[in-house]
């Protein structure tokens, strides 16, 4: 026991290392990495300054209240629920999503739609298209 604050406990191979509340653990000679936790918000912060911070599990999960919402997978990575993003999300190279809508490189194929449809533009239809075609679809 430190002072009350950090306590070394276990025998037989079998131990803990407990820092309690409103303390700082510094890793480095320049504190580069640094672990708290403030039990006054419940707020846990790892910060590493001037490098990567590597995480090494398989999966990797971020849980909110006992969720999963986002979790490393061979793949890349899996998100649950809603993705809210305050620039622009890009899938690959072929879409973008943002303030001004979404553009897609290349041929997209809608399976559905709700509404009637009255407002859509740049359908390219022939002239000649009338009620009576509409029956071919």
Do not use: C, M
């Not at 590597?54 to 061979?74: F, M, R, V, W």
């Not at 979404?102 to 859509?120: D, Q």
């Amino acid at each position: 026991t430190f002072l009350g604050h950090v306590e070394f406990k276990g025998s037989g191979g079998s131990s803990s290392l407990y820092v309690y509340d409103n303390n700082i653990i510094n890793v480095g000679s320049g504190n580069d990495l640094t672990i708290s936790h403030s039990s006054a918000n419940s707020v846990s912060r790892i910060r590493e300054d001037g490098g990567n911070l590597e995480i090494s599990a398989n999966p990797i999960e971020l849980q909110h209240s006992d969720s999963t919402k986002l979790e490393t997978t061979g793949g890349g990575i899996s998100v649950t629920g809603i993705t809210t993003s305050s620039i622009a999300i890009n899938v690959g190279s072929a879409a973008t999503i943002d303030a001004n809508g979404a553009r897609v490189a290349g041929i997209v194929t809608a399976t559905s739609f709700s509404g009637s449809g009255a407002n859509l533009t740049n359908l390219n239809i022939p002239a000649t298209f009338d009620w009576r075609d509409s029956s071919l679809f």
